[in-house]
């Protein structure tokens, strides 16, 4: 058989109908998508929280590598002669 | 979920198609309804980018099937290679590995059964483009001029397309002769 002659032979596949409950599928399917969905306000609401909790963090990790010097708690200490050390007996 | 009166409509008017197709390329009802159910999954995301300028809504449509047909089967091919793999691991997995020579089309006539099901055996192993383009013009019969508008090429590349795969159908059916 000529090819042109076999390939004629695909022509004589049938049409078939699409399964009945296949919409019904498809509308699942699209719903289960809607819902795991998440809308461009939350989105942006998520990323500004992240920014100032960053933010925040990064303030409180400068301001505690800063020095800290008081000079009257320094007087008061001097004053009554405090230790300031971990030694419980001075020689 | 919303409510969009239209693509009820377009599912009514372009499921056939979009199933017949589906089935012309993997050969089998339940992954030709997988198919189905992701093509119109995507034109339901996608109709508000639909821009009828460019082509039409039935080419946009066969356009969709045929990327969505062609991923498929490169997953099943994918599976295939690494079922082998993993059934050395999971020797107890009763997951079926993809069977590309497997033929259940509900379209084929019983009279002729056996020689369009070795044809169709043979369009699978082409190339993607060869394939399209012999499904297209032979099993959907459209006229070359539409064949070449839904693969985005000319009416002259349609023709060479179709010309190679005639030709490597030919030498694949001497192959399986014997000859």
Redesign the interface.
């Known amino acids: 058989m000529d090819?042109?002659e076999?390939?004629?032979?695909?022509?004589?596949?049938?049409?078939?109908?699409?399964?009945p409950f296949?919409?019904t599928?498809?509308?699942s399917?699209?719903?289960a998508?809607?819902t795991v969905k998440v809308s461009a306000s939350w989105k942006i609401s998520f990323v500004a929280a992240g920014i100032v909790l960053l933010g925040l963090n990064l303030a409180i990790i400068l301001r505690s590598s800063e020095p800290q010097t008081n000079p009257g708690l320094e007087a008061v200490v001097s004053t009554m002669e405090l230790s300031t050390s971990n030694q419980l007996y001075h020689e | 979920?919303?409510e969009d009166p239209p693509f009820?409509s377009i599912?009514h008017e372009y499921?056939?198609l979009?199933?017949?197709v589906s089935?012309?390329y993997v050969l089998n009802?339940e992954d030709a309804?997988d198919v189905?159910?992701e093509v119109?999954?995507k034109v339901?995301?996608n109709l508000s980018q639909f821009n009828p300028e460019t082509a039409s809504l039935k080419t946009w449509i066969y356009r969709i099937t045929i990327n969505q047909s062609l991923d498929s089967l490169k997953s099943k091919r994918t599976k295939k290679r690494f079922g082998f793999i993993s059934s050395l691991f999971h020797a107890d997995s009763n997951e079926p590995i993809a069977e590309a020579a497997l033929v259940s089309?509900?379209?084929?006539?019983m009279e002729?059964k056996e020689?369009?099901e070795e044809?169709?055996k043979i369009i699978y192993s082409l190339p993607e483009n060869q394939k399209t383009a012999?499904i297209l013009s032979?099993?959907e019969?459209r006229p070359q001029k539409e064949v070449a508008e839904i693969m985005n090429t000319t009416v002259k590349a349609v023709e060479s397309l179709i010309q190679r795969a005639?030709q490597a159908?030919?030498k694949e059916?001497k192959n399986r002769e014997g000859f």
């Open positions: 090819i042109n076999k390939l004629d032979l695909l022509k004589k596949i049938q049409r078939v109908d699409a399964p296949l919409f599928r498809i509308l399917r699209i719903g998508n809607a | 979920m919303k009820e599912y499921k056939n979009v199933f017949n089935l012309h009802r309804q189905a159910q119109f999954v339901y995301n089309h509900p379209g084929i006539p002729d020689a369009i044809l169709v012999i032979k099993m019969d005639k159908i030919e059916r």
